[in-house]
């Protein structure tokens, strides 16, 4: 299926850890009709965890072979457990018109622009780096010298943002929140395949 | 200057008359930051109306020197009185960091687009042809005959709707203001030169 033809849109909310794009990301599945797409994890399920829900559970030996398969827009390790996208999953949603959203780290972000290059890109970034420091310190697990090394490596992964299409500057989170759902409205209003066909209702009426 | 310089964005809201891009336009500047570019008229003053904000007022020899001069970047003769939209004001608005709006026909939306191509056009469209019949009939001043030319004049019109960025089906007007308000939220969170300058900030604070 060509994904230009997609009635669905997915949406990449990406950026460097602390700038808040998980708290985005929430608002934006509770309070609009976008859809997060569901990983696939080889880590044990926790208590409440739902199949299909949470996650997609599998085994290790399943999740390499989706890997060699090409079956995930991207995966990574973490502490020996592996987490993936799955591709077929964001295209059955996208191909029915629903909206996905992906939270995911710049790394991440550019494999997903290889695979979705229609896909929508949006940069959250905090408003200083004194700000970002704060609540990195906030969460009380970094030394001085990993935080200093959290603070440079974010200097490096802002310098992605021209691959992105838009950015969103997280100062005060209900403006964030706003403006990443005006964006989402935006895209829906873009001149696209969808408006050739009420043309084309037009056409018939005259 | 070169305008991609310009703070402010230029919004272009076309469409065929009587999808409502008058109505639209004017939420826009009743309830946003967007200004109105004042045009320039060789039509005598009406009671009340005030030279700069209603209109600029000025005289046949100087409105057609100026158009000699290329200081416009659209103009048009209706009834014999010549109505433009001086380019220097639109540019001193922008460069001040103000949002301009033009509601301008398709064939003046397409002249201004090769002025500003960094403008963001946007296309405002009616719900249906039967709809757009009945806002026309609506005003009371069409014969069946210009009726039919009109719809058909609309139907031309809408097929140059991939030269602009975004459309908008006006069904319920509530609807198409807030979809027209987003857009330009979401257009002042394209990734952009200012973020650059925020990102050299950052790097003062590492």
């Known amino acids: 299926m060509n994904r230009s033809e997609h009635k669905g ?18 608002r934006l599945i509770d309070e609009t009709k976008v859809e997060i797409s569901v990983s696939m994890t080889t880590r044990q399920p926790r208590e409440g965890e739902v199949e299909g ?27 020996g ?13 996208l191909a029915a018109g629903i909206d996905v959203v992906l939270e995911i780290d710049i790394q991440g972000a550019l494999n997903v622009k290889e695979v979705y290059p229609d896909g929508i890109f949006i940069f959250i970034l905090p408003p200083s780096m004194a700000e970002l420091r704060k609540r990195i310190t ?6 001085e010298e990993s935080l200093k090394l959290r603070l440079s ?3 490096k992964e802002v310098s992605y943002i021209d691959k992105y299409d838009y950015c969103v500057v997280n100062g005060e989170l209900e403006e964030a929140v ?21 043309i084309e209702q037009y ?3 005259v």
Do not use: M
Request: aromatic share 12%; charged share 30%; hydrophobic share 30%.
């Open 138 to 143: 906030g969460r009380g697990s970094e030394t």
């Open 53 to 79: 829900k949470s996650y997609y559970f599998t085994t290790k030996e399943d999740f390499l072979k989706a890997v060699e398969a090409d079956g995930f827009l991207e995966w990574a390790e973490v502490y």
């Open 9 to 26: 849109k997915l949406f990449i909310i990406s950026g460097p850890s602390g700038a808040g794009k998980g708290t985005i990301c929430k």
């Open 203 to 205: 056409k018939e009426e």
């Open 153 to 155: 490596q974010t200097l």
């Open 81 to 93: 457990n592996y987490y993936g996208t799955p591709k077929a999953k964001v295209d059955e949603k």
């Open 178 to 198: 706003a403006r990443v759902k005006s964006i989402v409205v935006a895209e829906h209003s873009r001149v696209s395949q969808n408006i050739y066909k009420l």
